[in-house]
């Protein structure tokens, strides 16, 4: 099983980005997805969540209201729209999936990719 992420780089406050979760061998429609972030000198946290069968949850301060979690099945992608972004969403975000249901706990999901950069200037 591979996760290939994609879609960072450096931006300015208010810009938007959309990063790509590539998923390779597991059936990826069987599988919940979700996105993380890990500022520098921080813990892995929690932004967003897509269950197989479409149910979403964000973030109270980095999801909710600014992104947007979605996925093709078609193409065993997921992806993260993040909208007016601000210079505490800088940190490297990693895609994540496991089968079936969705956790908030990183240590629930089996697969990882290898995280992309992203660092909003002010």
């Known amino acids: 099983v591979q996760l290939q992420a994609s879609g960072g780089g450096l931006v300015q406050a208010g810009d938007s980005l959309r990063l790509s979760c590539v998923a390779s061998?597991?059936?990826?429609?069987?599988?919940?997805m979700a996105w993380f972030r890990q500022a520098p000198g921080k813990e892995r946290e929690f932004v967003a969540q897509l269950t197989w069968n479409g149910g979403t949850m964000y973030s109270a301060d980095s999801g909710k209201g600014r992104s947007t979690i979605s996925r093709d099945d078609s193409k065993n992608t997921g992806y993260l729209q993040m909208n007016s972004l601000k210079p505490e969403d800088t940190g490297a975000y990693y895609c994540?999936?496991?089968?079936?249901?969705?956790?908030?706990?990183?240590?629930?999901?089996?697969?990882w990719g290898q995280g992309t950069l992203v660092t909003v200037s002010s």
């Open positions: 994540a999936v496991r089968y079936g249901s969705t956790s908030l706990k990183p240590t629930d999901y089996n697969y």
């Open positions: 061998g597991l059936t990826f429609d069987d599988h919940s």
